[in-house]
């Protein structure tokens, strides 16, 4: 099955710096890759999404690139802010797999520091 | 629109107990998902309903679990008897009905089994 790795587990960063998180996925037949947001008491928010028709896409400061040979995808957050700080997860979703059976990196904290 | 709610926020039991989650999707979302966090891992899928059946049912862990959605509208999650493994945070997610749409999760259940 789906196995994806996420890189780092903390990253800490000054404000106005930009920050990356990387993840591997195993699935060559994922096609649908989400970023997830989630502050402390909150539940996981959708930040931006990608599918593997798409190399690339951009939400203002937020970026997410996919590398199909190389089962990678990053998300890029520029002039970042302390309103960023949180954990961050990236996720694959499998061919055949549940509409929804999102498989999970084990997240990023990021600390954005004023 | 109101997001996914879950009920309750926090839930401290006892090791052989029984605990019951609740989540009421966003309106009219046909979708529904449990995923579960234990301490510093990844978000596990748990189960999805598309209204009221369980489309698949394979993330859940043993039959200590028992997920239901009556009337496809809420859905329940009971865990009977509650062992200590079973401690994390409880999420629930909701889309709408395009294989296509994103997921939008609620703010979670911590359950805690001592």
């Known amino acids: 099955g789906e196995n994806v790795e996420q890189h780092p587990s903390t990253l800490s960063v000054q404000e106005g710096d930009s920050a990356v998180i990387k993840c591997t996925y195993s699935?060559?037949?994922?096609?649908?890759f989400p970023w997830y947001k989630q502050e402390l008491g909150k539940g996981p928010q959708l930040i931006i999404d990608?599918?593997?028709?798409?190399g690339e896409k951009k939400d203002q400061r937020i970026a997410v690139t996919l590398n199909k040979t190389a089962k990678h995808f990053s998300l890029h957050i520029t002039e970042t802010q302390p309103e960023d700080s949180a954990v961050y997860f990236c996720?694959?979703?499998?061919?055949?797999?549940?509409?929804?059976?999102?498989?999970f990196g084990k997240g990023t904290k990021l600390s954005v520091k004023p | 629109e109101a997001g996914v709610t879950q009920f309750p926020s926090h839930s401290v039991i006892e090791k052989g107990q029984t605990v019951t989650l609740r989540c009421d999707p966003i309106s009219g979302h046909d979708n529904l998902y449990w995923y579960r966090r234990v301490m510093g891992k990844e978000i596990k899928f748990l189960l999805h309903f598309v209204k009221e059946s369980k489309q698949d049912e394979s993330g859940m862990p043993n039959n200590r679990f028992l997920a239901e959605r009556t009337g496809g509208t809420y859905s329940t999650l009971k865990v009977q008897p509650a062992e200590l493994e079973d401690s994390g945070v409880y999420f629930c997610?909701?889309?709408?009905?395009?294989?296509?749409?994103?997921?939008?999760f609620g703010n979670g259940t911590r359950l805690t089994v001592t």
């Open positions: 997610a909701s889309s709408a009905g395009s294989i296509l749409a994103p997921l939008h």
């Open positions: 990608i599918r593997s028709n798409v």
């Open positions: 699935d060559s037949a994922s096609n649908y």
């Open positions: 996720a694959a979703r499998g061919y055949g797999g549940s509409q929804g059976n999102l498989i």
